[in-house]
């Protein structure tokens, strides 16, 4: 369904630029004061779902189509709207309506959306006052709700394990595979913002319709993150050595009163030591030092209090061409986002792949790899499995 109706899709988005005023920012085209002014208004009521289709247009549009007889998740069932009114219009041969209707179905999309995160979102929030069950429940239903309208083919929904009384959060992909992960609950509203922002009904409508616009956006989104992600290794890094400098000066002080001050020298006094056996150990004993420095790290290193969504990790890979090795990237990558705080699931994906993909692999100075200039904290024990992929896709030097 995804593929059949990306031309309707992207007529609804050529109606949206056209009707906000939209193309002329898309074309690059220099704009005068008074044109920014007006681009700036257009984002505006685009943003505010202006010229939604309403709950009557939808039902007299299913009625009128057929609609109503469809039994299909609500994201899916308002493609399949959009394409059967598009397609009406362009055999008439009347292309604006074609764009101005389908615009109008992609926006009434982009409303459910953000009213059901924000209705999820407060009886999330009224749940944690009240812990009623059936406020949870209701929570657990507007996420669901929110999640059927994004045409992503995935979905969402949110319970409590019976047995250890967390919270559990579960997505189905469209083939029905499921996957569970437990969640801190301060992180909830959280994985709804995206919903609540509508920024992820409409990247899955511009993947659809503007595929090559999606993939830009999301290598210019990469580009920035790894930008980002350079400068705090280095602020960490510089960071890091200062801690040292003033270990090396206060070593023979008492240790610390604080259990932070304890295992902040406990920490540096293993750094230096294991860096010290690094710097005499032969290549034969090298690579077993280094797991122990990867170890030590990767206990060391809390994972991520939100973890993220393993919806919004990528599901092919031009680099990885064998689809059981991608789902071991997946894997590691996801432990990359756990570990590493600044990497989304793009990001993450991304360093994975250099992790497989480079000539060498060098140790950082504290425990971590070091791949094209970043230090990633890495779980060792993943450290075969990695292997094997490299042997396969390694890059020659």
């Known amino acids: 369904m995804l593929r059949s109706a990306q031309s309707a899709v992207k007529t609804g988005t050529d109606g949206l630029a056209r009707i906000f005023g939209l193309d002329r920012q898309q074309q690059g085209a220099v704009q005068t004061p008074e044109e920014a002014v007006a681009y700036d208004q257009g984002i505006k009521r685009f943003a505010h779902g202006e010229g939604a289709a309403t709950r009557q247009e939808i039902q007299e549009i299913d009625q009128a189509v057929g609609m109503d007889q469809v039994q299909a998740d609500e994201g899916m069932k308002n493609l399949m ?28 999309g982009a409303v459910q959306v953000r009213n059901s995160a924000i209705m999820a979102s407060a009886a999330f929030d009224e749940w944690q006052k ?31 394990d019976p047995q250890s009384r ?9 083939d ?26 409409w990247r899955a409508v511009y993947e659809i319709g503007q595929p090559r616009l999606a993939e830009q956006g999301m290598q210019d989104r990469a580009s ?24 090396r000066f206060r070593r023979g002080i008492e240790v610390g009163a604080s259990e932070k001050e304890r295992t902040r020298k406990a920490n540096e006094g293993f750094y230096s030591d294991w860096r010290q056996r690094m710097t005499g150990a032969s290549e034969a004993e090298k690579p077993a030092i280094i797991q122990e420095g990867l170890q030590f790290t990767y206990d060391q290193t809390p994972s991520r209090r939100t973890p993220v969504d393993s919806a919004l990790y990528p599901t092919t890979s031009e680099v990885i061409t064998d689809e059981a090795d991608f789902g071991q990237v997946r894997s590691i990558a996801q432990m990359l986002a756990a570990k590493n705080e600044e990497l ?13 993909t480079a000539p060498t692999l060098e140790p950082g100075r504290h425990g971590t790899l070091d791949v094209q200039g970043f230090d990633l904290v890495f779980n060792p024990q993943l450290l075969p499995q990695l292997m094997t992929l490299r042997k396969k896709y390694k890059k020659a030097q």
């Open 81 to 108: 709207r959009i394409d059967k009114v598009a397609q009406y219009y362009l055999l008439r041969g009347e292309k604006d309506k074609a764009e101005a209707a389908s615009a109008s179905l992609l926006q009434y």
């Open 130 to 160: 009240s812990g009623d069950p059936a406020d949870l429940r209701r929570a657990s239903l507007a996420v669901q709700r929110a999640h059927q309208f994004i045409p992503d083919g995935v979905n969402l929904k949110i319970d409590i």
């Open 166 to 174: 967390q919270i559990v959060a579960t997505t189905v992909d469209a």
């Open 176 to 201: 029905g595979q499921q996957q569970s992960q437990v969640i801190d609950p301060q992180g909830v509203p959280q994985m709804m913002q995206q919903a609540m922002n509508g920024s992820a009904y």
């Open 224 to 247: 920035m993150q790894r930008e980002q992600y350079k400068t705090l290794v280095e602020q960490e890094k510089n960071t890091r050595e200062g801690q040292e400098e003033e270990y």
């Open 344 to 356: 989304d699931a793009p990001a993450a994906v991304e360093m994975a792949t250099a992790l497989i």
